[in-house]
């Protein structure tokens, strides 16, 4: 039933085109495979036209299997998913452990000033997600002389074959920590991963066995990534796959493979209206060289 109940729901959205999502301004992808299904969830930008900051309350999630077609799903999760916060439903990433979702996201947090990261679980990707803690897994760290409000944001999620997780996250300086089998808490100290001119938005993948570390660097960003022989490094600077973009200074990614082939996500805003908080997500297709480093990905033309 509860199946019947969602496909009665979701709406089609059957655009194969970039920007993928017409009506609605989207940022911040990632991309998840399971049983031949793309999952995307992206953030929602809400802000104005004239707008001088982000306004993001909520997750939206759209499906494909082949994508081309995708399916709205709605908003399975929220910022308000998260008592202890208060909106900024910024970055945000999911992967599956013992049969259920943990969707790791950038929120506000209500008491503690800055941002904060959540995880909310649910029994399937659609959702609905609750909160798996009751609490932030991250906050500021207000023990600094100078706490930075803005830097714990962007939780990129990893399992490694052998079943260690792991969760990223960070701006201007790169933190990644192991999680517990549980998903919910951390096994072990934060680590800070030591690069030039990280900004934002990390993103663990692995290709053929070879870890790949791509993030947004500089600012108006770009995508730059590395490659490694383990989820914790050594790592080893590849170059950039992705320019800058022209009308708004950030770009975020999210690298997958699905059907045989190798896909991009990112956000411009190259919807009609769009600008530096009305975003919109876009997608390309692209093949590994032979020595498995990713060649660079012009976006699609306007
Ligand atoms: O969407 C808000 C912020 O903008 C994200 O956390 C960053 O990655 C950038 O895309």
């Known amino acids: 039933m509860a199946a019947l109940g969602m496909a009665a729901l979701a709406a089609p959205v059957a655009e194969a085109a970039n920007p993928l999502f017409p009506k ?4 911040d992808p990632s991309a998840y495979v399971e049983n031949g299904t793309v999952y995307l969830y992206v ?3 809400e802000a104005t036209p004239k707008s001088p900051d982000y306004v993001m309350n909520e997750w939206r999630l759209y499906t494909s299997c082949d994508m081309k077609n995708w399916t709205d799903r709605g908003s399975p999760v929220q910022a308000a998913t998260f008592k202890w916060a208060k909106g900024h439903a910024w970055a945000a990433d999911i992967t599956k452990r013992d049969g ?3 969707f790791y996201s950038t929120v506000d947090h209500a008491t503690i000033p800055g941002h904060a990261i959540g995880v909310a679980v649910a029994d399937r990707p659609e959702g609905p997600f609750v909160d798996a803690r009751g609490s932030a897994l991250v906050t500021n760290d207000m023990t600094l ?8 944001i962007d939780p990129a999620v990893f399992q490694d074959d052998d079943g260690q997780a792991y969760l990223y996250w960070g701006n201007t300086v790169l933190k990644y920590a192991k999680l517990k089998p549980n998903m919910i808490e951390f096994d072990g100290p934060i680590q800070t991963v030591g690069m030039d001119m990280f900004t934002e938005a990390s993103y663990l993948h692995k290709h053929n066995g070879i870890y790949y570390l ?18 914790t490094g050594p790592w ?3 170059g950039v ?5 022209a009308r708004v200074k950030t770009i975020h990614q999210a690298i997958v493979d699905f059907n045989g082939k190798s896909y991009i996500f990112y956000h411009n805003a190259k919807l009609p209206g769009g600008g530096e908080f009305r975003r919109s997500v876009a997608v390309e297709e ?14 699609t033309k306007e």
């Open 24 to 27: 609605l301004f989207t940022a």
């Open 43 to 45: 953030g929602h930008d």
């Open 100 to 102: 259920k979702y943990y």
């Open 145 to 152: 002389q100078a706490p930075i409000a803005w830097d714990d």
């Open 214 to 231: 791509s993030y947004s660097r500089n600012f108006p960003e770009e995508t730059a990534y590395m490659t490694g022989p383990s989820p």
């Open 236 to 238: 080893h600077y590849r």
């Open 241 to 245: 796959i992705m320019s800058k973009n």
């Open 286 to 299: 692209f093949k590994y060289n032979a020595d498995g480093t990713i060649p660079f990905i012009p976006q």
